[in-house]
């Protein structure tokens, strides 16, 4: 079978998960959780990638395992269509339990502002509020009452990590960096950027030769890459914010001849496989499982542990992972070879207890693959 057919089973099985019967013991305390999702991404994989319809599959993997009922609509990559989506759900006669929503092209504030007419509660994922947002509608559990949390993968540790590593691959030479971060508007487009920052200030001799912003795709990654590096022929480090620019990155240096090593942000399927064959130096994974954890607090939520009492209402997630040598290929063993998903029932405070904080530490499901290998 090869990888085509093995992401289209994934992505496959993610519409009859929902249906499925439970299999994790949740509390009896309350009815399950009525939950609908937002999703900014295609129903069908299009040209923006597999990324949104894999956060789908791995959220309804995980609210399928806790009893609850997760209802997926799509925007198709359309951030209008998004604000209808959210109309509707305030028309409903019966409203869910819960809305998840995402800050795609910057619509979060006026999403939450209609939703605020809803009964049901709001939880923000993956693309926080930007600064100025926050100062114009308040933050959570102000003004806007329903809206209960926000949830982000750290993008600052994560490509702090990927830096960090990308210059211990260098050796002792001084990095001269080439960086593509995605869109200016886009807040995690800046975090990564400051990760990396942040990763290369711990030596003076270490430097970004250009930084440069970049639309997400292959081919814009390639093109900026092929440009920057005509520019700067000593740099021996390339990094991208997202998967699809980072390869394209990957066949700049390739065509070019370059010397520079090349890493990025994603996890998606080719990324994966281009660093178990050796092309790209690393890949930094878990971006697919902000969703994924959401279902994991709006469980907990749901049955009387507030996940704001273990961490905050704002939840910025340090799970990303770099991934390279063995752990890339038990990777992609688990997330897109296997029909199963990865289990995050484990990972919820009221399955470890009533635990303190949460801890989505990635290596114990990685280190089950290499026991299953």
């Known amino acids: 079978m090869n990888r085509r057919q093995m992401l289209a089973r994934c992505l496959a099985a993610s519409a009859a998960l929902a249906a499925a019967p439970a299999s994790w013991a949740m509390p009896a305390s309350r009815p399950p959780a009525r939950i609908v999702f937002l999703n900014p991404g295609e129903r069908v994989q299009g040209s923006s990638g597999p990324h949104w319809q894999i956060v789908s599959r791995f959220m309804a993997a995980t609210a399928q395992r806790f009893g609850m009922e997760l209802e997926v609509i799509y925007a198709e990559r359309d951030h209008l269509l998004m604000l209808r989506q959210a109309e509707s759900i305030v028309a409903r006669a019966v ?9 795609e092209k910057m619509t979060a504030p006026t999403m939450l502002q209609t939703l605020s007419r809803s009964s049901a509660k709001v939880l923000l994922i993956h693309n926080d509020l930007t600064a100025a947002q926050r100062a114009a509608i308040g933050s959570e559990r102000g003004a806007i009452a329903n809206w209960i949390g926000t949830v982000t993968a750290d993008a600052q540790r994560g490509s702090f990590r990927l830096m960090d590593y990308l210059r211990a691959r260098n050796g002792a030479a001084p990095a001269r960096v080439i960086g593509i971060t995605g869109d200016p508007a886009t807040p995690v487009s800046h975090e990564r950027a400051d990760g990396v920052q942040s990763a290369l200030a711990q030596r003076p001799q270490d430097r970004t030769c250009q930084l440069v912003y970049g639309d997400w795709s292959y081919d814009d990654g390639r093109d900026k890459a092929l440009v920057l590096l005509a520019r700067y022929p000593d740099a021996n480090i390339v990094w991208a914010a997202n998967d699809s620019m980072t390869l394209g990155a990957m ?8 010397k520079a090593i090349v890493g990025g942000l994603g996890a998606l399927p080719q990324a ?8 790209l130096a690393a890949i930094v994974a878990g971006d697919q499982f902000i969703g994924a954890c959401a279902m994991v607090l709006l469980h907990d939520y749901h049955h009387g542990a507030d996940f704001a009492q273990a961490g905050g209402a704002r939840q910025r997630l340090d799970y ?3 991934l390279h040598g063995k752990d890339a290929a038990r990777y992609y063993n688990v997330v897109f070879e296997r029909a199963e998903a990865p289990d995050f029932s484990a990972f919820s405070r009221l399955a470890r207890g009533g635990a303190s904080a949460y801890d989505f530490n990635l290596q114990p499901m990685l280190n089950s693959a290499a026991r299953f290998a």
């Open 95 to 103: 409203a869910p339990d819960y809305v998840v929503i995402v800050n």
């Open 251 to 258: 066949s700049a240096v390739r065509d070019r001849h370059a």
């Open 272 to 279: 994966v496989e281009s660093v178990m064959q050796g092309e």
């Open 320 to 322: 990303l992972k770099v």
